[in-house]
């Protein structure tokens, strides 16, 4: 949540509802008003008011999910009040919970015989958080057990990750490592990361599906450095792989891919039912690959609301809608559904990477080959105007396209990135790309170079 302040009073502190029942043509913005109104008032608004938000669908920087079945909408409005944590009132979400979790549990392929454990969560950010927490405490008993010193635990990561992992690393006190971006490979490669990795790293953080370019790290190339490490100094670093995007994506179009718990050294996986598990925002996954991963006094056990059940979770109450949201979608899709969806997504992908590579403006710095993300930047040849220009001129047309550079050592680099979801059709696409050429045609057609601000150093989505 952004933190917001206080506001101070305005002196004309009202919106003015089209309503002319008496009392009803002052509304206060901030301050909680004297009387109640007729619900079908505040409903026309609130309505009013959030109109103003953009189209979701015209929004290329998200990756979150912002489209469904109807009928997904419909059992959504019939399970809204189901409260997650409340697993005696609602034993029936918790199954279905759990059904989740032996779902991913075989699409990740945990290995049979170990039982894997996990759990939903708000998103991946909670699911980083529980992953990481978990990885601090493995390391701190290992090390009281070792009579060594556990105060200067580290967590050693690319410099692309989404910024849950600096939350992580400030929030537990773990001191981050951020492994450098360097040339034109914008993530974690395993050369460079043996030069960060000591016996008090807590884990290497491997992201299938860097937010910055779509790009999935080498998890295999990851571990098998670590392998290496291991046996010349006896120390075993675990691996977690921040799926969040790519662990709806991988098992379907890349599925010979070895990134899960086909790798015995990736302990944790976490991912986001609601990005490319194509559930409406709220909801997400993390799974361990046994329950010797997920230390026993991380786990809560609560009765209060009848029933002993264990939790692992940073809130306690919580929508149990969007879990329910989730299985509706495996059964939905399936295998084949799942498939089909993000190869349309891929296909498109493509497509706009193709159309961009065309374009003698824009130098393509992905294509939409691991994630069906495209990232381009600007040719040498243009130096009138910036990405930044393009990402303006494309909101006149109503599209979100964010324009960042990219991480530590290549921040000289600023890209465009579309972020193809389901619901991004090829006609879609064909629309975006007229509006991408009319919008670079009037911007090469300007008699000077655009003025330019101070801009965003980065952008985190
Ligand atoms: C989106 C994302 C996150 C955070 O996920 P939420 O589900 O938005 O909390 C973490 N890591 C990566 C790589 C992401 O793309």
């Not at 291991?230 to 799926?243: I, K, M, N, T």
């Not at 590579?357 to 040498?380: H, I, K, N, Q, R």
Request: with cysteine.
């Amino acid at each position: 949540m952004a933190v917001h302040r206080r506001r101070a009073a305005e002196a004309e502190s009202t919106i003015v509802p089209r309503f002319t029942r008496a009392g009803m043509q002052h509304v206060p913005k901030d301050r909680l008003p004297e009387r109640e109104m007729l619900p079908g008032t505040a409903y026309q608004i609130v309505l009013d008011e959030v109109m103003l938000d953009g189209n979701a669908r015209f929004n290329l920087a998200t990756f979150v999910t912002t489209w469904m079945d109807e009928e997904a909408d419909r059992l959504y409005a019939a399970t809204f009040d189901k409260n997650m944590i409340d697993k005696d009132e609602y034993p029936q979400t918790a199954e279905i919970e759990s059904r989740c979790v032996t779902m991913l549990a075989e699409l990740w392929h945990a290995p049979y015989g170990a039982e894997a454990v996990g759990t939903s969560t708000t998103g991946s950010s909670e699911g980083c958080m529980l992953a990481g927490l978990a990885l601090k405490r493995r390391w701190q008993q290992a090390r009281r057990q070792a009579g060594q010193p556990t105060d200067r635990p580290n967590i050693v990561m690319g410099a692309n990750v989404q910024v849950v992992w600096e939350k992580f690393a400030n929030y537990w006190e773990v001191e981050p490592r951020y492994v450098p971006c360097e040339g034109n490979v914008f993530h974690l490669t395993a050369d460079r990361l043996l030069e960060h990795v000591d016996e008090n790293t807590i884990g290497v953080v491997a992201v299938l599906g860097s937010t910055m370019d779509g790009s999935y790290e080498p998890v295999l190339e990851i571990c098998e450095a670590l392998d290496r490490y291991e046996a010349s100094s006896g120390v075993s670093v675990p691996v977690h792989v921040d799926a969040a995007s790519g662990g709806f994506v991988a098992p379907f179009l890349q599925p010979e891919l070895p990134w899960d718990f086909r790798l015995p050294r990736v302990v944790s996986i976490q991912s986001s039912g609601h990005k490319f598990g194509l559930v409406y925002p709220g909801v997400g996954w993390v799974l361990w690959r046994d329950a010797e991963h997920l230390p026993e006094d991380l786990v809560f056990h609560v009765n209060y609301l009848g029933g002993d059940m264990p939790t692992f979770a940073l809130n306690f109450s919580r929508p149990g809608a969007q879990v329910i949201l989730q299985y509706f979608q495996f059964l939905r899709l399936g295998m084949d559904g799942y498939r089909l969806v993000q190869q349309a997504c891929r296909d498109v992908a493509l497509h706009i990477a193709r159309a961009v590579e065309d374009m003698p403006e824009y130098d393509l710095v992905a294509g939409g080959t691991d994630l069906p993300v495209v990232c381009f930047a600007m040719s040498g040849e243009v130096s009138k105007y910036t990405v930044y220009d393009v990402s303006r001129k494309l909101r006149e047309r109503g599209w979100l396209v964010p324009a960042y550079t990219m991480p530590p050592k290549r921040e000289d680099l600023a890209v465009l990135r579309v972020v193809v979801r389901n619901g991004f059709s090829h006609d879609m696409a064909d629309l975006f790309l007229r509006d991408l050429r009319d919008a670079t045609r009037w911007l090469d057609h300007l008699d000077a170079a655009m003025p330019h601000e101070e801009q965003p150093s980065s952008f985190h989505h």
